[in-house]
């Protein structure tokens, strides 16, 4: 079953004004880069890359570099073709997690395709089962607002049937402070409450607010700073108890070799269309689950990737929560493609049972909403 055909789709929709702020300021849209595979068979799959805050960059070197890199081989050698692409580009002068992201579309879009040449879903080819996945609500939502306002938003997704929440923290250590305190107040101990601070810290802030996300059992805080900060997430540490995630940002197996011997991140969020793609993330949580690390996927922005992350955390057996995207009007959750995942009532999740990841993509939204230059967040 030899590769024929590889492109890229750079899309973009904007956000109306008042768009989520985060730690890392004021969305204005929502990027993704779409993977098209096609066999010599006529099978096509489908996956996502990242947009690296530079959609048509990451398409441009799919649809260029790696594309001839490529073209030929089985599309049933994702191993082979993970090591060709790093050989060749990722491991010298390879622009580095530019690459890593250009991969994990192309890499995605293989694994969709075996499972529809095969008839069977990812997490069978991954050797998974159809078991539940517990699902956090987050995605870019539950943001910077005031107390109340928060409570309202939470509502509708805890009445959904979900059992954790992610908030969006990174704002000034007192706000942070009375938005946790209002949600546990609201929904009670056995709520699982998460934080994401989107870099938005200084070791000075993450001092302060660690002691009361400890008194409030808090389940984890997120990306405080930057991937490369090792000084400052081992400095972190020693100020509570509360669990420092990170590994969205973080590209390949060698730059979780880093996390695992620091010791100190030690909930772990490899992204399947950032980190080199399933291929990858098969060896990371592999690399983890010697160590007893829980992997809990961060997910990316469309429909493809959170159902590809659902399949993905069926088949390991250190899989953690789903990171289900609840914002409001996700045109890449909701129009890109088919229903890719359901909310039950039990709050989890359950991977798809139709081929490959399950997803069918409407080549025509692509058409109607193409790239948008310039930055996603100002």
């Given at each position: 079953?030899?590769?024929?055909?590889?492109?890229a789709?750079?899309?973009?929709?904007?956000?109306?004004?008042?768009?989520?702020?985060?730690?890392?300021?004021q969305?204005?849209?929502?990027?993704?880069v779409?993977?098209?595979?096609?066999t010599e068979?006529?099978?096509?799959?489908w996956?996502?890359?990242?947009h690296?805050?530079?959609?048509?960059?990451?398409?441009?070197?799919?649809?260029?570099?790696?594309?001839?890199?490529?073209?030929?081989?089985?599309?049933?050698?994702?191993t082979?073709?993970?090591?060709?692409?790093?050989?060749?580009?990722l491991?010298?002068?390879?622009m580095?997690?530019?690459c890593?992201?250009?991969?994990?579309?192309?890499?995605?879009?293989?694994?969709?395709?075996?499972?529809?040449?095969?008839?069977l879903?990812?997490?069978?080819?991954?050797?998974?089962?159809?078991r539940?996945?517990?699902?956090?609500?987050?995605?870019?939502?539950?943001?910077y607002?005031?107390?109340?306002?928060l409570?309202?938003?939470?509502?509708?997704h805890?009445e959904?049937?979900y059992?954790?929440?992610?908030?969006?923290?990174?704002?000034?250590?007192?706000?942070?402070i009375?938005?946790?305190?209002?949600?546990?107040?609201?929904?009670?101990?056995?709520?699982?409450?998460?934080?994401?601070?989107?870099?938005?810290?200084?070791?000075?802030?993450?001092?302060?607010?660690?002691?009361?996300?400890?008194?409030?059992?808090?389940?984890?805080?997120?990306?405080?700073?930057?991937?490369?900060?090792?000084?400052?997430?081992?400095?972190?540490?020693?100020?509570?108890?509360?669990?420092?995630?990170?590994?969205?940002?973080?590209?390949?197996?060698?730059?979780f070799?880093?996390?695992?011997?620091?010791?100190?991140?030690?909930?772990?969020q490899?992204?399947?269309?950032?980190?080199?793609?399933?291929?990858?993330a098969?060896?990371?949580?592999?690399?983890?689950?010697?160590?007893?690390?829980?992997i809990?996927?961060?997910?990316?922005?469309t429909?493809?990737?959170?159902?590809?992350?659902?399949?993905?955390?069926?088949?390991?057996?250190?899989?953690?929560?789903?990171?289900?995207?609840?914002?409001?009007?996700?045109r890449?959750?909701?129009?890109?493609?088919?229903?890719?995942?359901?909310?039950?009532?039990?709050?989890?999740?359950?991977?798809?049972?139709?081929?490959?990841?399950?997803?069918?993509?409407?080549?025509?939204?692509?058409?109607?909403?193409?790239?948008?230059?310039?930055?996603?967040?100002?």
């Open positions: 079953m030899k590769i024929v055909d590889v492109r789709f750079p899309t973009s929709f904007p956000l109306p004004a008042g768009g989520p702020r985060l730690g890392i300021g969305a204005v849209k929502r990027d993704a779409m993977v098209k595979v096609t068979d006529g099978i096509v799959g996956g996502e890359s990242h690296g805050r530079a959609h048509t960059a990451v398409a441009k070197l799919i649809e260029t570099t790696l594309r001839q890199l490529i073209l030929g081989m089985d599309a049933f050698d994702t082979g073709i993970n090591a060709r692409i790093y050989k060749y580009q491991a010298s002068h390879g580095g997690a530019g890593a992201m250009a991969m994990s579309g192309i890499d995605m879009a293989l694994w969709d395709a075996k499972g529809k040449a095969l008839n879903p990812l997490y069978k080819l991954l050797g998974g089962a159809s539940p996945v517990a699902a956090y609500a987050g995605g870019v939502a539950l943001g607002q005031p107390p109340a306002q409570i309202d938003e939470a509502g509708p805890i959904a049937g059992r954790a929440l992610k908030l969006r923290v990174g704002d000034t250590v007192k706000d942070d009375a938005r946790m305190e209002a949600v546990r107040d609201a929904f009670g101990k056995d709520m699982a409450i998460l934080t994401d601070a989107n870099i938005g810290y200084s070791i000075d802030q993450v001092r302060q607010v660690m002691p009361e996300m400890d008194r409030l059992n808090i389940g984890w805080l997120e990306e405080p700073f930057p991937a490369h900060d090792h000084h400052l997430y081992a400095q972190a540490r020693g100020y509570g108890v509360t669990p420092l995630a990170a590994g969205e940002n973080h590209f390949t197996r060698y730059e070799t880093r996390v695992l011997e620091d010791g100190v991140i030690t909930i772990w490899p992204d399947l269309s950032k980190c080199g793609g399933i291929t990858e098969l060896r990371i949580a592999g690399m983890a689950s010697a160590f007893k690390i829980p809990h996927p961060h997910s990316s922005m429909g493809v990737n959170q159902a590809a992350s659902i399949h993905f955390l069926a088949a390991i057996e250190n899989g953690g929560y789903f990171e289900a995207d609840i914002s409001k009007a996700n890449f959750r909701d129009e890109l493609g088919s229903t890719p995942w359901t909310i039950g009532a039990d709050g989890n999740v359950r991977p798809n049972e139709a081929p490959g990841i399950g997803v069918e993509v409407d080549e025509r939204f692509l058409e109607a909403f193409p790239a948008i230059e310039g930055p996603g967040y100002v």
